[in-house]
C-alpha cells in the first residue's frame, strides 16, 4: 500500500515530555484532528477497522518519549507521530497475517501429524503462539515444542521418557506413539481455537 500523505508541512519541533504533552494533547483534542483521521482511514486500509485509533496514537506516542529520552528534539513532531503511526498499523497488519497463517497451520491435521521432519511453526510464529502455549498442560507443552524443533514422533516420545512426562514402559507399548500423536494434534487444535478467540477482537 502507499504510503499517506503528509498531514502538517508546519514543523513543529519538541525538545522535552512537557512540550511534548501540550502538542499532542491539543493536536488529538481538536474535533479536526488530521492525524486521528489519517489513522482511521489507514486502519480501514489494512482492515484494521476494529482497532482504535487513539491505541494507535498512544503507541506513537509513547515511542516519542523514548525518542526524546535518547535525542535531543523531534524537529517535526505531528510528521514524526504520523510516521511513526503508519508504522504500528504496518507492523500489526503483519501480526495479523501471521496469526492467520499460523491458524490454517493448525487447521491442517495432516501437516502436524506428519512423519516428515517438516517443523509446524518459524521461530516469528513460536513468538506469537508462546503465550498459549504456556498455557497447555505439560505433556502437550513439550509435544508442541519438540514438534517444531522438527524432531520425529519417535524421536519426540523419547525425549518426553526423558522428561518423565511419559514413563520408559509407555515407550515399550506400540500404542504410545499413536496416544502421543493425538495428543498433540489436540494441542494443535487447542491452541487454533484459541487463536481464533483472540483475533476477534482484530479482524
Known amino acids: 500500500m502507499d504510503q499517506p500523505k503528509k498531514i502538517n508541512n508546519i514543523p513543529i519541533p519538541v525538545h522535552n515530555l512537557k512540550e511534548l504533552y501540550d502538542v499532542v494533547e491539543q493536536d488529538w483534542k481538536n474535533p479536526h484532528c488530521k492525524l486521528r483521521k489519517s489513522i482511521e482511514i489507514q486502519l480501514y486500509r489494512y482492515g484494521l477497522s ?5 491505541d494507535i496514537f498512544a ?3 509513547l515511542r516519542a518519549v523514548k525518542h526524546l529520552e535518547r535525542n535531543d528534539e523531534i524537529p517535526h513532531i505531528l510528521g514524526w507521530l504520523h510516521n511513526t503511526s503508519y508504522k504500528i498499523i504496518q507492523e500489526e497488519y503483519r501480526k495479523k ?3 492467520t497463517k499460523v491458524v490454517k497451520k493448525l487447521s491442517s491435521k495432516d501437516e502436524f501429524t506428519s512423519k516428515s521432519n517438516a517443523d509446524i511453526f518459524s521461530d ?4 506469537l503462539v508462546a503465550d498459549l502455549i504456556n498455557s497447555l498442560d505439560p505433556l502437550e507443552k513439550s509435544i ?3 514438534k517444531s524443533k522438527r524432531l520425529k514422533w519417535k524421536q519426540i516420545c523419547l525425549k518426553l521418557a526423558e522428561e518423565k512426562l511419559i514413563s520408559m514402559d509407555d515407550l ?3 500404542k504410545t506413539l499413536e496416544r502421543i500423536k493425538r495428543r498433540g494434534n489436540r494441542a494443535a487444535y487447542k491452541i487454533k481455537n484459541l487463536i481464533q478467540e483472540a483475533s476477534k ?3
Do not use: F, H
Open 50 to 54: 476494529t482497532y482504535d485509533a487513539y
Open 59 to 61: 503507541d506513537a506516542v
Open 97 to 99: 497475517l501471521y496469526r
Open 124 to 127: 516469528e510464529e513460536m513468538s
Open 144 to 146: 508442541i515444542v519438540w
Open 172 to 174: 515399550e507399548d506400540p
Open 201 to 203: 477482537v482484530y479482524n
